[in-house]
């Protein structure tokens, strides 16, 4: 009898143990950079106001990143080199993040973040930030969240964003400002320039990931800000029947538990 309780609570553990690691790993998109870059690439944004309201011009800051193999939060990691005078590099993602991302409402987007050294002709910090847009970056189909900038040299930051619509606005009712001081200081609704896509629509069908990689105004100089980017990941919710499965591993575990204690 007393052999029956151990593998039952052996059966109980691996179980528990079993699904509790199963979500991360099948609802999980990830970037470590450990041996290059992943397909991540360096964009730059400028953003304009005319008569037809915002416009959104894309460039291709490619020479911005490069991959470091060491020194990352641990390991590789994409390295900022500002080589490009302007506009502010972004990190643009690859393909397997894109797409349908219905999946992940509700889990988080997270990556690493540092500056190691901001320039001697640093005038000022831009806030972190990440973007999330369907179809042309003109549309306005885009959810923006941002935080408060840093204010001078970091060690590596973490930051996880929950993608729900209390993190994520769209970018219509933002201040172009609070992306990055550069863009003008309006909201865009204000010029009557509005995207037609809501939350849903916009993460169903996903084109383009932006996340701040140079955050630090020097001015136009090159090669004078150096950061890096480490552990990009997509985060899916653990699916409703995988959490019953495991509280039912739980819950056998509690069971074998008393049957063992009364033997």
Known sequence: MRRRSIGSLAFSLALGGFLSVAPLQ???ITSTF?????????V????GI??????????????????AGAGGNPGGYAQLVDAIPSPASLASAPAAFLGD?????GGSFSFDHTIIDPGVFASGFAPYALI????PLSNLNSLVWSAPAPSGPTPWTHFDITLDQSNLSLIEDVNLSSIDPSFPSVMP???????????????ANVTSIFVAFEIVDNQGM??????????????ALPEPGTAALLGLGLTGLAVSGRKSRRR
């Open 189 to 203: 609704s204000a010029f009557g320039f509005t995207g037609t896509m809501n939350f849903d629509q916009i993460m």
């Open 222 to 235: 090159q090669f004078d800000e150096l950061g890096g980017i480490d552990n990009i990941s997509l985060n």
């Open 132 to 135: 999330i847009a369907s179809g």
């Open 26 to 28: 099948a609802g999980a």
């Open 50 to 67: 005319g008569f037809g309201g915002p416009t959104v011009t894309v460039t291709d800051n490619s020479a911005d990143m490069v991959f």
């Open 101 to 105: 991302l219905t999946s992940f409402v």
């Open 34 to 42: 450990d041996t290059d870059l992943e397909g991540w690439t360096a």
């Open 44 to 47: 730059g944004l400028s953003v």
